[in-house]
């Protein structure tokens, strides 16, 4: 078996193309990550090539799929529910640090994903009575003019979106958080292990290992079609004490008991 690598370096108009040329290389299977924007430029270029994805977001309502039990088409996968989990980092993040005026939203605004997640979380603070400011990085230029921004509107936390960008710029992204003593919860455990507050979400590592399990099904003769959509079965809550500490912010114990992960 021949794998082909395809990096499109965090820049979404160069998807169509990538995808595009491995149709002309008559690929077997295309595989997806990095969320729903390589998926759709998979489907967009391609009837007929078997898609296993990986996105964040239900897929049936970008059009990925028909239905989770019933794909159709060429496109299965997995999908990690990042976005629904926005309100819940919400209440996570008011636990650690009661009595929050301002909290920060920082979202990649190229990412088909972003204005659902903010009207998500705006209808969430409201019902809580919380004050949200959004703040925007599609670039690793707008990362530091983001945090200013958040500094300057008297942000007392942050949440950081799913998206695959931020993803990258997680180390930058921690270190930002401490430079500016800015309490943060993050979507990945990956961001609390290297320093990071707190994280809430699914795990990569099984979303990406169950897609390499269905690649491997439609390589020896399985259909898309019949394989049903992947949800997680379990969230980790990843709570970072050593970071805590440096921040001065004192983890409540029903927060510690409920982690499946407690960095000291």
């Known amino acids: 078996m021949a794998l082909e690598y395809r990096w ?65 088409g060429n496109a299965t996968g997995v999908t990690m529910f990042t976005t629904v989990l926005t309100a819940k980092r919400l209440e996570l993040l008011r636990e650690l640090v009661p009595g929050l005026k301002v909290i920060a939203f920082l979202v990649n605004p190229d990412n088909p994903n972003a204005e659902p997640q903010i009207r998500e979380l705006e209808v969430a603070a409201r019902a809580l009575g ?68 707190i994280s809430y979400g699914s795990s990569l590592d099984d979303a990406y290992r169950q897609a390499g399990a269905y690649t491997g099904r439609i390589l020896k003769g399985a259909k898309p079609s019949e394989l049903p959509v992947l949800q997680p079965t379990r969230f980790d809550l990843v709570v970072n004490v050593k970071t805590a500490k440096a921040l001065g912010i004192t983890i409540p114990k029903i927060v510690l008991l409920r982690a499946d992960r407690v960095i000291e």
């Open 130 to 197: 919380q004050s949200l400011r959004v703040v925007k990085a599609g670039a690793q230029g707008d990362i530091d003019a983001a945090f200013s921004d958040a500094v300057k509107h008297r942000a007392g936390a942050l949440i950081v979106s799913a998206d695959p960008f931020l993803t990258g710029q997680r180390a930058r992204l921690v270190a930002l958080a401490a430079q500016h003593a800015i309490p943060t919860i993050y979507q990945w455990r990956e961001f609390a292990e290297i320093g990071g507050l």
């Open 8 to 72: 499109a370096e965090g820049r979404y108009d160069r998807l169509a193309g990538l995808a595009a040329d491995l149709v002309g290389r008559k690929v077997s299977v295309i595989a997806t990550g990095g969320g729903p924007r390589s998926a759709l430029a998979a489907k967009a270029a391609t009837t007929i090539i078997p898609i296993v994805f990986t996105v964040g977001v239900d897929p049936t309502r970008i059009g990925l799929v028909a239905s989770f039990n019933r794909p159709e």
